[in-house]
């Protein structure tokens, strides 16, 4: 495998140089103050959980990896994309079955047994067909993901009726947000920067209602064992 090979899927890239997507590339800072934000409020709370600690920096994380990708645009800056963001699903998935729903861990393994191969579904499904084409510009692989996240909203609807709002708003903004990666290098002719960046923005927005359910469900289980 050539680690160095280009990689050209994005509207606003027009050359290989560092600088060829910049607002691809500065849009990452918003993943950067979610996750500073996160922070911010974790402290502000006074609990002690290892596993918000561990997502929120995740969060950041995806920010550096995205950065990386929109500069160097290559093959290993490519997995320094998406293993950050895969990661957060896998352990957000895992963490919320623990911590959210209470689940014991041979239930919490039964589930991400079909988190794992949906997962792989979908990375599958965004591989270049026989022509070269990629579906949906590659934004096929985030399907499971989405469906987590409304199988995740509803099951907090029944569960935990009080987080569910935030949950929902979560949905809408991935959905929109997915829609903006997907349309990108269709305004190429229109439009030279694309709307990449707007998936960025808003998935940024999306990930701080993650880990503000996951922060508000900690302490309210703390609250419960205090009682």
Request: glycine share 4%; net charge neutral; aromatic share 18%.
């Amino acid at each position: 495998m050539n680690w160095q090979e280009p990689i050209d899927i994005y509207c606003e890239r027009i050359d290989t140089s560092f600088w060829a997507e910049p607002i691809n590339a500065l849009t990452n800072l918003a993943f950067i103050i979610a996750s500073l934000l996160a922070f911010r409020m974790y402290k502000k709370e006074g609990v002690s959980s290892y596993p918000f600690i561990f997502l929120a920096s995740l969060v950041f994380i995806i920010g550096v990896g995205s950065f990386l990708f929109h500069t160097y645009a290559n093959v290993w800056s490519g997995l320094a994309d998406t293993i950050p963001i895969w990661s957060f699903v896998v352990f957000y998935v895992m963490f919320s079955i623990r911590i959210i729903f209470n689940a014991s861990w041979f239930k919490t393994a039964r589930i991400m047994i079909i988190v794992f191969a949906l997962a792989y579904l979908g990375f599958t499904l965004s591989q270049s067909d026989s022509t070269g084409e990629v579906p949906l510009n590659g934004s096929i692989q985030y399907a499971p993901a989405l469906f987590f996240m409304v199988f995740f909203a509803v099951a907090l609807y029944l569960k935990r009726a009080n987080l569910s709002k935030y949950a929902f708003y979560a949905v809408g903004i991935f959905l929109v947000s997915l829609m903006f990666r997907t349309a990108d290098i269709e305004f190429c002719g229109s439009l030279s920067i694309g709307t990449h960046f707007m998936w960025h923005v808003l998935n940024a927005v999306m990930l701080y209602f993650l880990l503000y359910i996951m922060l508000l469900a900690i302490v309210q289980n703390n609250k419960k064992l205090n009682l």
